[in-house]
């Protein structure tokens, strides 16, 4: 929203290349990667357009969906992708917003069952909620209607979650690692740093825009990841944190 606000774009395809580059910056963790990838094929459809009907948008929700699942070294249902695939079918513009939420929230409710982590800590996947969340602000807007002055939950759906259940989960890779790299060049291949990134870890998922690239993997040894990235670009930012020890503070926090 910032971005947006600074930039100021004068058309669709400024507007969708702003928000995909800002959500890339943004994300954090692995649904927040896919969620940039998903506005970055969005907005990769709607380039150089000034505006868009619904079957151009329509079009567009589709290929950002493709860009995720090809992004994603091992595509897994009950995630933040299970929730953007039915939500990317639709008509006119209004209309494929309202039917795109709906249907997105029918997948969302479907993620507990879908992914075992998920249902035993009993939530459904946080990444598909936020995804619904921004396709529900743009309704909004579409429709002139406020802006809620909070977004927080009730009480008794965020006590709904086992948190503790979800620490005792089995960690296969220590460090979660997220880091974002400035590019060589704009067409530069990333296809054998994904090869080693899989071969050093898991949860692995790259995001892109023309100037950057964002990298979100767990692995046991991160100082590697990001030495090996570095012949791809120049580091501009990381962040490295042991899942071991916040499984084991969350679990000492629940008890």
């Known amino acids: 929203a910032e971005a947006l606000r600074k930039a100021a774009p004068a058309s669709v395809g400024q507007a969708s290349s702003v928000t995909a580059s800002a959500l890339l910056q943004g994300a954090r963790g692995n649904s927040g990667v896919i969620l940039s990838l998903l506005f970055r094929g969005l907005s990769k459809a709607l380039k150089g357009m000034e505006t868009?009907?619904?079957?151009?948008?329509?079009?567009?929700?589709?290929?950002?969906?493709?860009?995720?699942?090809?992004?994603?070294?091992?595509?897994?249902?009950?995630?933040?992708?299970?929730?953007?695939?039915?939500?990317?079918?639709?008509?006119?513009?209004?209309?494929?917003?309202?039917?795109?939420?709906?249907?997105?929230?029918?997948?969302?409710?479907?993620?507990?069952?879908?992914?075992?982590?998920?249902?035993?800590?009993?939530?459904?996947?946080a990444g598909g909620k936020g995804y619904l969340l921004i396709l529900e602000g743009m309704l909004a807007e579409l429709r002139g209607e406020?802006?809620?002055?909070?977004?927080?939950?009730?009480?008794?759906?965020?006590?709904?979650?086992?948190?503790?259940?979800?620490?005792?989960?089995?960690?296969?890779?220590?460090?979660?690692?997220?880091?974002?790299?400035?590019?060589?060049?704009e067409d530069i291949d990333l296809m054998p740093l994904r090869a080693y990134l899989s071969s050093i870890g898991d949860s692995l998922v790259i995001g892109e825009d023309d100037e950057t690239f964002k990298v979100h993997v767990h692995t046991d040894i991160?100082?590697?990841?990001?030495?090996?990235?570095?012949?791809?670009?120049?580091?501009?930012?990381?962040?490295?944190?042991?899942?071991?020890?916040?499984?084991?503070?969350?679990?000492?926090?629940q008890t």
């Open 146 to 185: 406020p802006i809620p002055e909070s977004m927080e939950e009730p009480e008794t759906h965020k006590e709904k979650a086992d948190f503790n259940a979800m620490a005792q989960e089995e960690i296969t890779f220590t460090f979660d690692t997220v880091y974002v790299v400035r590019k060589a060049r």
């Open 52 to 125: 868009a009907d619904a079957a151009a948008f329509a079009a567009a929700m589709q290929e950002g969906v493709a860009a995720a699942y090809k992004a994603v070294m091992k595509p897994a249902e009950g995630t933040v992708l299970t929730v953007s695939r039915p939500a990317a079918e639709g008509a006119d513009v209004e209309a494929t917003l309202a039917a795109a939420i709906e249907e997105g929230y029918d997948a969302l409710a479907q993620t507990t069952d879908m992914n075992p982590v998920l249902k035993k800590a009993g939530v459904v996947d």
């Open 222 to 253: 991160p100082g590697a990841a990001l030495t090996e990235s570095q012949k791809y670009g120049t580091l501009e930012l990381a962040k490295v944190e042991n899942m071991r020890s916040q499984a084991d503070a969350l679990a000492a926090g």
